[in-house]
């Protein structure tokens, strides 16, 4: 069955990307900057994309790859609602990877038809494997993730968000963090928005609140969060189209039900 051989190759790919990345951290690495000096890119980042290119071509070549630094550009127009899609982040955290050489990830999500199959996100310094096959349930390693059945109040939540909240953005006008801050548990920031949203899926963290991600940045968890019955939308509490970019709110129903109608009045 062709999920099970893409589930069993995302995860050996991903391990090996991630044998690739622990080496790199101590050695010295060109980094440039794409827009600006906030927004880096290395040549691991170009060649762990271009690894799962290959392997992706080589192996299942009427597949697509849309990945952040664009290394599989040259492939003819598609429709990825209609095709298997991978989508992949070399290197998500890539600020963490420069800086602190920990907190960032590979994430890989494959989805058919826009159908979400497998999710696979690595923390290579962690060494800790976040993956599931539709259907299959999520694991850690070889630990099975049941998902819990405890419904966190604001009170009690904790939850991710991504520094861009406290730039200029849509939503300021409602300044709907502030409130939230007051009113939950506590805020994290880590710098990696896969790790983050898989760190959902398996209950390391109530929630999680983005704006600005792109389809690789929340791909994978994607694919964990839906496996694990968790609701992910847009902050607008709209259903994602998985292949462009996206706010990005998941939770457990209750408490997304609550940031929605406490904290967040754009649109409606
Ligand atoms: C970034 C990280 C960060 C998020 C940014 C992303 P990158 O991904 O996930 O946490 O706030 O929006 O672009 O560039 O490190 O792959
Ligand atoms: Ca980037
Ligand atoms: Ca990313
Ligand atoms: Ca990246």
């Given at each position: 069955m062709e999920y099970q051989e893409i589930y069993r190759l995302t995860k050996e790919w991903a391990y090996e990307a991630g044998e690739i990345l622990?080496?790199?951290?101590?050695?010295?690495?060109?980094?440039?900057?794409?827009?600006?000096?906030?927004?880096?890119?290395?040549?691991?980042?170009?060649?762990?994309?271009?690894?799962?290119?290959?392997?992706?071509?080589?192996?299942?070549?009427?597949?697509?790859?849309?990945?952040?630094e664009g290394v599989a550009s040259n492939q003819a127009d598609y429709d990825p609602h209609n095709e298997i899609v991978w989508l992949v982040d070399p290197i998500d955290g890539t600020t963490n990877f420069v800086h602190n050489k920990r907190n960032f990830c590979i994430s890989v999500g494959v989805f058919d038809r826009g159908q979400p199959i497998v999710g696979v996100v690595y923390d290579p310094m962690a060494d800790q494997l976040f993956h599931?096959?539709?259907?299959?349930?999520?694991?850690?390693?070889?630990?099975?993730?049941?998902?819990?059945?405890?419904?966190?109040?604001?009170?009690?939540?904790?939850?991710?968000?991504?520094?861009?909240?406290?730039?200029p953005n849509e939503y300021l006008h409602e300044q709907p963090l502030q409130k939230m801050a007051t009113d939950i548990r506590g805020f994290r920031c880590l710098g990696?928005?896969?790790?983050?949203?898989?760190?959902?899926?398996?209950?390391?963290?109530?929630?999680?609140?983005?704006?600005?991600?792109?389809?690789?940045d929340f791909g994978a968890a994607y694919v964990l969060l839906k496996e694990q019955g968790i609701h992910i939308t847009t902050v607008d509490g709209e259903q994602i189209d998985v292949f462009?970019?996206?706010?990005?709110?998941?939770?457990?129903?209750?408490?997304?039900?609550?940031?929605r109608s406490n904290y967040i009045r754009t649109k409606k």
């Open positions: 622990r080496e790199a951290v101590s050695q010295e690495i060109t980094v440039e900057y794409k827009t600006s000096a906030a927004d880096l890119v290395t040549e691991k980042d170009k060649e762990i994309e271009a690894f799962f290119a290959n392997k992706i071509n080589e192996t299942f070549p009427h597949h697509f790859l849309l990945g952040e599931t096959l539709k259907g299959n349930g999520v694991f850690i390693d070889d630990e099975f993730i049941k998902p819990s059945t405890m419904a966190p109040t604001s009170e009690q939540a904790l939850i991710s968000m991504n520094h861009l909240w406290l730039a990696s928005a896969a790790l983050e949203l898989a760190n959902v899926a398996v209950g390391r963290l109530d929630g999680a609140i983005f704006i600005g991600l792109g389809p690789w462009h970019p996206s706010s990005v709110l998941t939770a457990k129903k209750e408490l997304h039900h609550s940031i």
